[in-house]
């Protein structure tokens, strides 16, 4: 499907925070479509006119799950059963890594670009239970410099596959390949790719994947998912248990666990929520189409990336292999301060403290002209500076 100025207009006016200011922060959350608040109020006004106890509820809660299951895994190419709806993106990266049965002295390989969601939780198992986290500078041969760092003690690879810092769109397909030789497993942090670039776990043999809604799947904030493979179902051991979690159990000890991915959906979830996560999934691959989406976050942030290399004074930090993120330096004046004026002036976007930049986040709803706006306001900083 082919979208022109005239459509991205059309497109704007069913998300109206993208008029409140220059909306350059879908990295954060993205703005919510018209037709999710509806879907979410559908939810609602059913809860408050059926309640939500009984048969009614009951057959409405197994519905909306297993459509959320389905839009997942057809964003992603996976099996319905493959998928758990979680909080947050936060939340898969947890169900994992509390899931696997480590012994002291197992090694896991992250990258220097990772996320705290990625980071806290490893940090936490090193000091409970002994586990050696290795790190890969991924600047150079990203390939290289995680599989080279794989020995007969290594577990897992857990990485992003496009980082939240530099908007690097790591080479994830050759890592699992390579890990896999090894019999590594792969965990991503698809935070900051589902909805920004195709993602197939089945093409890229990928084991264990974690998105989030609220980003650039234009979701309720609270929602997200995870993939694991169906092979790898009895590797992860649910952490979080509840009565959502078992198919029957009796109260001498006895249980059996759900033998799908619901084990992991330990109580009640918010419906609402999760219908219109469903339906902002559902807009994006059905009402505008996902291929478009790609390409044209992929054009819209290279041309940002191009024009910024012009500029003397910047330094652009995103690597030619990026996606929907673009990192710079303003050089000569602070980045928070770049971020708070041009905040006053209309331009959403934020800071990377880390690397000492600021980031932007172009989406398919972003226009040219705003990106133009962007550019403008970055040469006005250089010049007052
Ligand atoms: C790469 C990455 N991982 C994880 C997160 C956390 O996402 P969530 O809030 O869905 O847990 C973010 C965003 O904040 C992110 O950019």
Sequence with gaps: MGFDTKNVASIRSLLPAVEASIFMNTGGSGPLPV?????????????????????????????????????????????????????????????VLWGISWKQGDEVITSDVEHPAVLLPLYVLKERQGIIIKTAELRQDPVNAVVSLINDKTRLIAISHV???????????EITQLAHRFDVSVLIDGAQSAGAIPIDVKELGIDYYSIPGQKWLC????????????????????????????????????????RDMSRFEAALPYLPAIAGLKSSIKWLLEGIGVNWIYERTQSLGENLRK???????????????????????IEGIEQDFAVDMLSKQGVSIRLIKELNCVRAS?????????????IDKCRQLLQNK
């Design 307 to 329: 024009e910024l290399l012009k500029i003397q004074g910047i330094t652009v930090v995103t690597p030619a292999k990026a996606a929907g993120l673009t990192s710079f330096r």
């Design 219 to 258: 979701g309720p904030q609270g929602t997200g998912a995870l993939f694991i493979k169906h092979e790898l179902l009895e590797e992860i051991k649910p952490s979080f248990v509840g009565y959502g979690s078992v198919e029957e159990f009796d109260f001498n000890g006895t249980y059996r666990f759900h």
């Design 362 to 374: 172009i989406a398919f709803f972003n226009t040219e002209q705003e990106v133009e706006i962007l």
């Design 163 to 173: 980082s939240y810092s530099t908007g690097e769109v790591i080479p994830i397909k």
């Design 35 to 95: 037709s999710t608040i509806e879907a979410i109020q559908e939810q609602q006004t059913f809860e408050l006119v059926n309640g939500r106890m009984g048969k009614k509820a009951m057959q409405q809660r197994k519905l909306i799950l297993e459509e959320t299951r389905i839009e997942i895994a057809k964003l992603i190419n996976a099996h319905t059963d493959e998928i758990t709806i979680t909080h947050s993106t936060t939340q898969g990266i947890n169900i």
